[in-house]
């Protein structure tokens, strides 16, 4: 991979990355805040999910969704990333969704509301997986261009 591309899709995730912690972040000062700030908060949780949700919505129509096939020269972590892209893809289709089934939840247990944070932490979990999957395939490809 040439390092402009390198560099292009780490800037890419950062700022993804970025903007998913300002939606946590405002989302769960949602819960605590009921003074003006309440409408500010909202905002700041419902802008960047909208962006994201755009955007993941675009790469779903636009990318192959054919990749997913394990061919032999793929190396394991490069699949299971595009696996797990492919789940990132899907909660966070979802959890827009399940952002709007919020507001009309009007049981008792709150199941949407449950939902939609189960939904988020696990694409935080699924994140790490990637991380570790990807790392782990690093070093096994820097070790076997060492030999």
Do not use: C
């Not at 769960?28 to 949780?45: C, D, M, N, R």
């Not at 394991?76 to 696996?83: A, D, S, T, Y």
Request: no cysteine; aromatic share 14%.
């Amino acid at each position: 991979m040439p390092k402009y591309q390198g560099r292009h899709l780490v800037a890419i995730h950062v700022v993804v990355a970025l903007m998913l912690l300002l939606t946590w972040w405002t989302g769960e000062s949602i819960k605590t805040e009921t003074g003006p700030f309440a409408a500010l908060y909202y905002v700041g949780h419902i802008f960047p999910g909208s962006v994201i949700f755009i955007l993941i919505l675009f790469e779903w129509i636009v990318r192959n969704q054919g990749k997913l096939i394990h061919t032999p020269s793929l190396p394991q972590h490069l699949w299971i990333n595009r696996k797990l892209h492919r789940a990132y893809y899907l909660i966070l289709l979802a959890l827009p969704l399940t952002g709007i089934a919020v507001f009309f939840d009007f049981f008792a247990s709150r199941p949407f509301y449950r939902l939609h944070g189960i939904l988020f932490y696990s694409l935080l979990a699924l994140i790490v997986i990637n991380l570790i999957s990807m790392l782990i395939g690093h070093i096994a490809t820097k070790q076997n261009n060492l030999h």
